[in-house]
């Protein structure tokens, strides 16, 4: 059945009414405080027709309404304006933002922190992901007689070192020939096209020293071949703010929860869809038994067309989705084009 515009105009006030206080919206409320031109007792008739059209909830210790999740579907989808923020949200976020980073673990971590104090909810990145994950370098430096730093930067944003031991009579000369050597021969390939033939080239080619490359080639396999995908979660206790998980029994449930990263990213497990854009799962959508009273706004962002990962809130039903939608937007571009530049060396992200 189809709304009409004085029932969306009331579902409207008393979403947005119980989103800024959390307490039941009663009609002399909406009355007094928004400009509906309708007394109490006609939106008294229109609530009692929501409730019953499966729009509106009544606790059984107020007079007033809550929206039900069919309620909330129905304004994000249908109601909701834009948020617009301030210069000052959006200077302060840039700002945040406007650093240099040197590993993407880094960036991950911060931005989940930046993104939850925006919101005051809290909030998911999940680093990037590739279909296969190619090597983009490894280099080798002579620390001290003996040891060695191996670092090794994959497409996926993977940036990991390994200290090594090495003989004594391994200088700095022979450490940047080896580096060089295997610079050359491995950038760009993947896990599968390290092919017994291919190896067997560089022992022989390096065949004085063996073991030592074979250790090397172990280590970049290992960068190369985890895809365990990694996620990050800011300001978790910011969910403390909110009244629906005043409950300590509730709240520990929560923070049981997010504290398995797996069932954070089988949370996160939504359907890809195109470009950058947001999904909403309110209460009973989301597919995790544990997150039925809490909404998930996820978005996807993309970097270079390669790379994809997700970025995303978490929050009571209640939350305010129009901020949330309008802060997740500003900083998942900021996100894309910082990583952009770190894993492809330049501004712009078509990873060409």
Known sequence: MELSERKRAILQAIIEDYIQTAEPVGSRNIAKNHDLGLSAATIRNEM??????????????????IPSEMGYRFYVDSLMHRYSLTMEEITSLQSSMDRKYSQLENVVSEISDILSKATNYPAIV???????????????????????????????????????????????????????????????????DFTPARLMLIYEAMSNYGDFLKTVIEFVLDCLGNTQKRVYIGGASNILNNPEFENIERAREFFSFIDRKENVSQMLNLPEEAGNSISIKIGSENAVPEMRDTSLVVANYNVGGKLHGKIGIIGPKRMNYARVVSSLELINSQLSEILGRMIYGKDDTDGN
């Open 48 to 65: 009692a027709d929501l409730e019953e059209m499966g729009y509106l909830d009544k606790p059984h210790t107020s007079a007033g309404r």
């Open 126 to 192: 999940e680093l990037p992901t590739a279909q296969k994950s190619r090597l983009r370098s490894v280099k080798m430096m002579l620390i001290e007689q003996g040891s060695v730093l191996i670092v090794v930067v994959t497409d996926a944003g993977v940036v990991r070192n390994r200290h090594m031991n090495v003989s004594d009579d391994i200088d700095y000369e022979i450490i940047d020939s080896i580096s060089e050597f295997l610079s050359g021969q491995l950038t760009g390939l993947s896990a599968d």
